[in-house]
């Protein structure tokens, strides 16, 4: 054991790093818990891709004791019966298994496809918008023309609303956890050379109707049910939670989307969105998922070293812009 | 059918361990804050221990029974009745069609009271559990708390007294108090990365205030001024709280900027904010029995070796040797 894991009561164990894979860190949550983390504390989808290889192969060993796991953006949350399975075993076998799972750039994820309408700047967001306005913050700078998508737009250096709307159909988001609130999906841009950033509403907006969806900083994110939120919103889709279960796609679960799926938006008018609304709530209406489907991250990796020019053109637009937009 | 007369400050429908297996989806486990007295009073009317009781928070139940029943009442004094005489805790009684059960406000030490009554209770499962989980409105009766005149189906129960009579042995009964004393463990995010190794000497030195503002979701403590480890948050935000987010353990404690806060049967599955200790399992149930705006914690530090000892005699506890007849 190192000096630091000495000193360090609440890791377990440290796995070095080696070639390409980061180091591994093992920390204590508890006697129940144990929280595994993947190198630096920086946003790297290629780590995300590795937590989901990892999770996959630890429910392959089908480890006796075992009862749940949480992926997370760099790291994995696993809950245990550490009566039936000592945490020794189980971080023994978690170190294993980094050396029989494959290096991320040969993983296949599994990841369905799933294809959401979505109303831009539509009249629900916009309504939560307005009263946020008239009983919360009169002089958000992150609200124009009554919505937050023109700031959107100017706080990347995009030239307008349609512009915004171009980049967010542009490019598959990718789910790379669910959490904070049943079904709630954290999602990022699969094609970086259309990965918008925003900062968050201050204060926090009391109001958000449900389907809306938002940023905040790179993250994507789709309300389940009405409720408070801090994201700039540019847009509301369908039912992703339904407690009643109306819809054959939730039949076993209120929760549509799982970690891992790959969203697709395909733009929609106010009325459009409402009538599918309305034909998800009488059961007629099909989510279009394509189940059966795989990343396969060394074919991905291949497309972000192509674009990599381009990428860091729009991250210098961007910087640019930021220079001249107020923050809320 | 138990028929509720009043509903009382928030009486839910709760079984154990709650919705397991939901986290990568969002959902915490619900089920019981005091999982210890909840599976006492099934034990004590002969049902399974994870089997569908009440959990009265604060009090303020009134019912009325009509079938018979066993019944047994675990967990805080609140000076319950039945049919206007005092009813003996950690004990099972019969009742019969039209007796009265009624529960005051909490007054002493404890703060949430367990209500099983044989056949346990017969609300549907929902996600694999009858628990209620009041954050998203599901589970357990209609998804949310009871009140005047909802009447809680009961399953059919073959012998309501057989299992009169029983009682929990008195020195594996709890004694609750005001200044309580809870076992934790470090991590996942303490010394010497996030915090300073001052910072976790306090934390478990300190006597925490409980927030008024707590509830099935969060335990609220304090504010503090820690001295962090780290001058920001990097990538994840300008606080040196702020992680990327992640998973969160069940009764972790989530510091988001100077709070405290116990994450607990209801609370969120992810965040960005670091935990510095997490709750042993053995020592959770305490948590249940904290009133708000008046007890105190203390954090006693334990190693994984000892609160799996702590684990192993808390679920010997929970067995039908700890019961007498009498």
């Known amino acids: ?328 | 059918m138990l028929e509720v007369l009043e509903g009382g400050i928030q009486t839910t429908v709760q079984d154990y361990p709650g919705r397991v297996g939901y986290l990568d989806l969002g959902t915490y486990p619900a089920g019981p804050m005091d999982h210890f007295a909840f599976r006492v009073a099934n034990l004590l009317v002969g049902n399974p221990p994870g089997a569908a009781a009440l959990e009265v928070t604060a009090g303020g139940l009134k019912a009325r029974f009509h079938d018979r029943r066993t019944l047994a009442v675990t967990g805080a004094d609140m000076q319950t009745t039945l049919n206007g005489q005092p009813l003996a805790l950690w004990e099972s009684v019969a009742v019969k069609p039209d007796d009265h059960l009624e529960m005051k406000t909490v007054k002493g030490a404890g703060f949430r009271a367990y209500v099983a009554v044989s056949g346990a209770f017969e609300v549907p499962e929902y996600m694999g559990s009858r628990a209620t989980f009041t954050v998203g409105g599901f589970g357990g009766f209609q998804g949310r708390g009871l009140k005047k005149g909802d009447q809680v189906p009961l399953r059919r129960d073959g012998a309501p007294e057989r299992l009169v009579g029983r009682r929990l042995r008195m020195d594996l009964r709890p004694r609750y108090g005001t200044q309580w004393e809870i076992e934790a463990m470090r991590g996942p995010q303490a010394d010497p990365d996030y915090m300073t190794p001052a910072d976790m000497e306090f934390f478990f030195s300190h006597a925490w205030k409980v927030d008024r503002n707590s509830n099935r979701m969060g335990v609220r403590l304090e504010s503090h001024k820690w001295q962090w480890a780290r001058t920001g948050g990097g990538v994840a935000g300008g606080h040196p709280s702020n992680i990327l987010d992640n998973g969160y353990a069940v009764w972790t404690v989530n510091v988001s900027g100077d709070q405290p806060i116990i994450l607990v049967a209801d609370g969120p599955s992810l965040g960005g904010f670091i935990c510095n200790a997490t709750l042993v399992y053995a020592s959770t149930w305490k948590v249940g029995q904290l009133m708000p705006g008046r007890d105190t914690i203390k954090f006693k530090e334990v190693t994984i070796d000892e609160a799996l000892t702590l684990a192993r005699s808390l679920d010997a506890a929970v067995s039908e040797r700890s019961i007498e007849r009498g």
């Open chain 1, 1 to 328: 054991m190192s000096q630091t894991t000495r000193e360090n009561r609440a890791v377990i164990d440290t796995l070095p790093a080696n070639g390409e894979r980061p180091t591994v860190v093992y920390r204590y949550a508890g006697d129940r818990f144990v929280l595994l983390e993947y190198g630096d504390m920086v946003l790297d989808l290629t780590t995300n891709f590795r937590i989901f290889g990892l999770n996959d192969a630890l429910k392959k060993a089908r480890l006796d004791g075992l009862i749940e796991t949480v992926p997370a953006l760099r790291s994995m949350l696993i809950q245990y019966d550490s009566l039936r399975l000592p945490t020794r075993r189980l971080v023994d076998t978690l170190k294993t298994l980094e050396d029989t799972i494959p290096s991320v750039d040969e993983l296949n994820i599994p990841s369905r496809r799933v294809e959401l309408p979505i109303a831009f700047a539509d009249q629900w967001t916009r309504a939560d918008i307005e009263r946020y306005v008239k009983y919360t913050r009169q002089d958000a700078p992150n609200i124009v023309n009554g919505h937050n998508i023109d700031y959107i737009a100017k706080y990347n250096g995009l030239k307008d609303e349609t512009e915004v709307i171009h980049y967010v159909c542009a490019t598959e988001w990718w789910n790379a956890c669910i959490g904070f609130w049943p079904g709630l999906p954290f999602m990022f841009p699969l094609d970086p050379r259309y990965a918008i950033v925003t900062p968050k509403y201050n204060p926090t907006r009391p109001w958000t109707p449900e389907g809306a969806v938002g940023i905040g900083g790179p993250c994507v994110a789709i309300y389940p049910v009405a409720s408070p939120g801090g994201y700039q919103l540019f847009g509301r889709t369908i039912p992703i939670f339904d407690l009643q279960q109306r819809n054959p796609a939730f039949k076993t679960n209120p929760i549509l989307l799982n970690p891992a799926d790959r969203i697709r938006w395909v733009r929609v008018t106010d009325q459009e969105l409402e009538s599918i609304r309305e034909q998800v709530y009488n059961g007629t209406y099909r989510y279009k998922i394509v189940g059966y489907e795989a990343l396969n991250v060394k074919s991905y990796l291949g497309f972000l070293d192509s674009i990599k020019n381009e990428v860091a053109a729009f991250q210098r637009r961007q910087a640019e812009a930021v220079k001249h937009v107020a923050i809320p």
